[in-house]
């Protein structure tokens, strides 16, 4: 249906839908509509002038809103997230380190361990990447862009490595959302990192020997992470990062008096990527800090020692998750 040159609907082209799907009939009387009425029909106008009891005593026992999340809506539009499956593609800036095992510890949930051959050893990543789902929500930049941080230390599950992700932050409200539907624990940061542009630039770091990004992440207006990477070499494949599936814990609590330590859902959960490409990977040096701040811990898994630096690009997409324990059980 066309719409005016604000981007509203009239109120007579309103009407006009409401006609069309059996709210309204050209008599001016009210009538239900019928059960071949296409629930997608009745979210085609912003507002439908009908009667809420109305609503209720037609469509009595049957589902009209759609979305794959909160808030479901008559259209689904409204959805924080589309459903999957998902995909993603951008660039990283990704630091190892080591911690101290003997606090890094206790991060880990029931049932995973830390990998005794490889004590401490974790990574800091830096992402910058865009979102589609089925609809280029890609052209949605305001909405599909992210970037994030987050750190993976190398833990065990029931024998099987595994990269665990204690902490993670994103700034942008659809990225938690799904972080959260993934397992990872993800909060609100203000993430930045040097980018790389096709035009020779002083301000285009370009992908070659001695050139140096950087990268940082802030929460509430206070510094948590700040690196720096020096690249040295060009590399055919990244060697002992990211060979790791990597874990994390569903977990919604219940407000409900009496049940607020009895989470609705409490999964531990290993991430199914799909198609995963990665391409221009650089190593070379990397300088890492995780300053102490207010309200944070991720302080105390601060590195002992930095390891080298890395930066690539990706793409994958997501379609499945597995769950390996329901620990409410």
Partial sequence: ??????????VEQIREVARSVGFVSTSGAHKPPSHRTS??????????MVHVEMMRGWWWGREMLKGFTAPRSPLGAAALVPPPPWHFAGDVLAVEFWNDPDISVHTLPTGVELDKKCPGHSVALFTDYQFT????????????????FSVLLDAMWKG??????????????????RGWIQGYPRKFGAVHQTRTF???SAASAPLAHDSRFSACMSAHGRLLVQARITLREKAECLVGLLDRRIVGRRYFPRLSAGLHDKPAVDE??????????????WIGEGELGFPE????????????????????????SVTDIEILADLTA
């Avoid at 249906?1 to 009239?10: A, C, E, I, L």
């Fill in 39 to 48: 629930v997608q029909a009745l979210g085609t106008a912003p507002t439908l």
């Fill in 268 to 281: 531990l959960v290993r991430c199914v990527s799909d198609h995963l490409l990665i391409t221009n990977i």
């Fill in 160 to 177: 099987s490595r595994i990269a665990w992700c204690p902490y993670c932050y994103a700034d942008n409200d659809a990225a938690l959302m």
């Fill in 293 to 316: 701040a207010y309200g944070e811990e991720l302080e105390v898994l601060g590195p002992l020692k930095v390891g080298r630096g890395y930066r690539f690009s990706f793409s994958y």
């Fill in 1 to 10: 249906m066309p719409s005016s040159k604000n981007g509203m609907r009239s």
């Fill in 198 to 200: 096709a035009t020779a």
């Fill in 133 to 148: 789902a089925q609809n280029n929500e890609h052209l949605d930049p305001a909405r599909y862009q992210c970037r994030g």
